[in-house]
């Protein structure tokens, strides 16, 4: 029986949950100190300034200003209402939970859910026919032949559609699904008679997403299975669904992200099968973007989880050219140490394991990389007839702007030396040539657009607050020490903060401790959770700043003083601009004139605070 999200089931998850281990999956986190420095997944940076604390179970970005619990985080990040956050945190850390969220309130997981469960039955079904049926027996023999064990068949889900075309379609029925959700799956298309697979005779590979939801399909033609395939392509996705979005897939992610932050480093194939078998090979770090071109959004997924990839994409002449474009794309963000990971005589990574086997390729991988100057030296020579002196001095040029494009200083001069070398050139003018083509580079310059990350959640934008020092540290003494407030009501029981934000969370905190008898920042939070999201970034930042342990009265009767101080002047000058209109409704100049240099002098004595 399903029940409503209670306060002591949010607790409970909370004490159950670790924030470094949600955070950590989609950020990649280095200890600094006590706490852990990461780039912000919330806005594009190459500085890392998001930092988790395990202490205080809190997130803070100092560039953007997000701050939150681990509830907050994935809010942040997936753009769900809080009781949606909670359940989405539950499912992530595998933390059974039987609750009804209000239908206005569903997680887009759940809105979908529909959606994902057809994919989920597909996956079975196909599964079931793969291994277990006679329609299936040539596929499973295909891909065994092709060296594939029964375990990494199973463990990538591989199935086998069917030709009948109505399999699906009657299996999917209980599902109860409307004609637009039939469309949306991606797994029909329809006619006039009504909908039928979209697949049929193929093998079928799930593709999950980052959480290990089926999202979409891709179906391979079995060779030599049926001449009606002849003029059909090899493969067949998906189409773009509300699950499904190319732009921001890749292949293998789920299963690889964990190995991926522990080694630091990431493989790019450009299709699933290489990353299958790479898998299989021992080498369980790859990812692919299923045949098209790298995107924005596909390498921004990658800065949150290493800083290192290494391409290993085919060695034709489209795999080249591929890679190429790949470095480019990377280089743009300034945030990846690439590795070009090299494969000759045309084979593709699948080929290369199939043929020379896993240890080889394991080998290629560890020790036989390419820097980037070494591909650009060797995708350019293809390009020349070196021999030819004009093209000769046109692949040095070129080969200048990609040597102004390295940014590690220790390649760049071992590349120099060898460019020079090569060319029984100068040293000092391959250096010159660079450095000008560096300046020309950086005046040119255009800042990349922002990526979709930036805008899909709220930054907090507050100008500048003087004395926000002060007031953040009376904050804390008043969100941690009880005395105080017997210290505040003694000295000034009608105090409020100058500036409106920190007199918000003022407000809060009142409300707060006239429930509880205990501050506890955790129990804050959840208590902030329907409030304005600025007051948990406050809080967040005011926990993670350095105050003094012992809190006195003299010390708080030194900050209520300043920021008294303040509100008094501040009151002063809304009065004396109200006088100032009045005179000048009366045409009064004399007390214009007066007023004005009043007004001046409280300016003065403010600027001053």
Known sequence: MSQQLSK????????????????????????????????????????????????????????????????????????????ESVVRVAEIAHIPLDVEIPSSEQAIPQKERKLFAAHEKASEFYSHVLFNTKGGQEALHY?????????????????????????????????????????????????????????????????RNEHG???????????????????????????????????NFLFNFDLAKKNIRKENKVILFEGYMDVISAWQAGVQLGVASMGTSLTPEQIQKLRHVTDTILIA?????????????????????????????????????????????????????????????????????????????????????????????????????????????????????????????QVQTSQNFQAPPVTSMESQAPVMNRPFIKNEGIQRHLMYRLMHHNEAWTYLNRINPEFSFPDALYEQLFLHIQAFRNEEEEFDVQEFMLFLNDKDFMNRNLVSE????????????????????????????????????EELNRAALMNDDEARKKLMVEIMEIQRQLRKR
């Open 8 to 83: 002591e089931t949010i607790q409970s998850i909370q004490s159950q949950v670790n924030i470094l281990d949600i955070v950590g999956q989609f950020v990649q986190l280095r200890k600094q100190g006590k706490s852990l420095f990461g780039r912000c997944p919330f806005h594009d940076e190459r500085t890392p300034s998001f930092t988790v604390t395990e202490e205080k179970q809190l997130f803070h970005c100092f560039s953007c200003g997000r701050g939150g619990n681990v509830f907050n985080f994935m809010q942040e990040l997936e753009s769900l209402s809080f009781p």
């Open 143 to 207: 891909l065994t032949d092709r060296g594939y064990t029964i375990d990494t068949l199973k463990e990538f889900g591989f199935g086998f559609s069917l030709k009948d075309r109505t399999q699906l379609t009657q299996l999917l029925q209980d599902l109860e699904l409307t004609e637009q959700e039939m469309e949306a799956t991606g797994l029909f298309v329809e006619s006039q008679t009504g909908f039928f697979d979209r697949f049929n005779q193929r093998i079928m590979i799930p593709l």
């Open 213 to 247: 939801q089926i999202v979409g399909f891709s179906g391979r033609v079995l060779p030599g299975y049926s001449d009606e395939f002849a003029s059909q392509a090899k493969y067949l996705n998906s189409p773009e669904t509300p699950l499904f979005a190319k732009r």
């Open 313 to 437: 994409y085919d060695g034709d002449r489209a795999g080249l050219e591929a890679t190429n474009r790949a470095i480019e794309m990377i280089q743009s963000t300034n945030a990846f140490t690439i590795g070009i990971i090299p494969f000759d005589n045309g084979l593709d990574p699948d080929e290369f394991i199939k043929q020379r086997g896993p240890q080889a390729f394991i080998d290629l991988v560890e020790h036989g990389q390419e820097t980037i100057y070494q591909f650009k030296k060797r995708f350019l020579s293809k390009k020349y007839q070196i021999q030819v002196e004009s093209q000769k001095i046109q692949y040095i040029e070129e080969m200048i702007i990609e040597l102004a494009k390295l940014t590690n200083d220790v390649e760049k001069n071992l590349a120099m030396k060898s460019l020079a070398d090569e060319f029984n050139l100068d040293y000092t003018t391959i250096q010159n040539q660079v450095k000008q083509k």
């Open 542 to 577: 005011i926990e993670l700043g350095q105050f003094p342990p012992e809190c006195t009265e003299q010390e708080i009767q030194d900050l209520v003083y300043v920021l008294s101080q303040k509100n008094i002047l501040k009151e002063q000058l809304a009065q004396k601009k």
